[in-house]
T-cell receptor
Framework: GNSVTQMEGPVTLSEEAFLTINCTYT??????LFWYVQYPGEGLQLLLK???ADDKGSNKGFEATYRKETTSFHLEKGSVQVSDSAVYFC???????????WGAGTKLIIKP | EAGVAQSPRYKIIEKRQSVAFWCNPI?????LYWYQQILGQGPKLLIQ????????DSQLPKDRFSAERLKGVDSTLKIQPAKLEDSAVYLC??????????????FGPGTRLTVL
């Protein structure tokens, strides 16, 4: 079946460090891929998305590239800020039933 | 444009009591979702509506949970009677297209339910 696996957290980094949060998926067909972010006390917000292979989604300095050959959609940012501290969820929309399938989330802590 | 609205933001009840949550989706969005998010996990879909019809409620515990979307706009999710394991954040989301599309889902702030 369809599933999303992301790296366990928490991930703790210093301000201005490089960030990678790994995400891999299993799906039949060609899913759309998403990163959502959940700031403390807030709801889920769409961070970026990609709908086909080799697409790169980007927003707020974050990027992720849809890699079909490695079934991955890793989230990266060149220089993180304290305000990036949040929980990040990788997700896919299954092309078979159009349900949103979620990873377990990765908590990111940025220290000044 | 206004986002997805939910109320209340927090609710504490005793087990076996009943509770109701309300959601107002983004104006014009055809599809509405209710999710349950247990601490440390990703959201779990409970029910999906297209306009005022149910598209998918396969993961809704129908012995205690019910939901409706009268007139195809606002929606209410009810739990009766509540159990301890229902403690979670209940998220409402909406998307503009019809069910069966890969539209982006937009989420409300959620209702944090604590069952004692």
């Amino acid at each position: 079946g369809n599933s999303v696996t992301q790296m366990e957290g928490p991930v703790t980094l210093s301000e201005e460090a490089f960030l990678t949060i790994n995400c891999t998926y299993t799906a039949t067909g060609y899913p759309s891929l998403f990163w959502y972010v959940q700031y403390p006390g807030e709801g889920l917000q769409l961070l970026l998305k990609a709908t086909k292979a080799d697409d790169k989604g980007s927003n707020k300095g974050f990027e992720a590239t849809y890699r079909k050959e490695t079934t991955s959609f890793h989230l990266e940012k060149g220089s993180v800020q304290v305000s990036d501290s949040a929980v990040y969820f990788c997700a896919l929309i299954s092309p078979s039933n159009y349900q949103l399938i979620w990873g377990a989330g990765t908590k990111l802590i940025i220290k000044p | 444009e206004a986002g997805v609205a939910q109320s209340p933001r927090y609710k504490i009840i005793e087990k076996r009591q009943s509770v109701a949550f309300w959601c107002n989706p983004i104006s014009g969005h055809a599809t509405l979702y209710w999710y349950q998010q247990i601490l440390g996990q990703g959201p779990k879909l409970l029910i999906q509506f297209q306009n005022n019809g149910v598209v998918d409620d396969s993961q809704l515990p129908k012995d205690r949970f019910s939901a409706e979307r009268l007139k195809g706009v606002d929606s209410t999710l009810k739990i009766q009677p509540a159990k301890l394991e229902d403690s979670a954040v209940y998220l409402c989301a909406s998307s503009p297209g019809l069910a069966g599309s890969a539209d982006t889902q937009y989420f409300g702030p959620g209702t944090r339910l604590t069952v004692l």
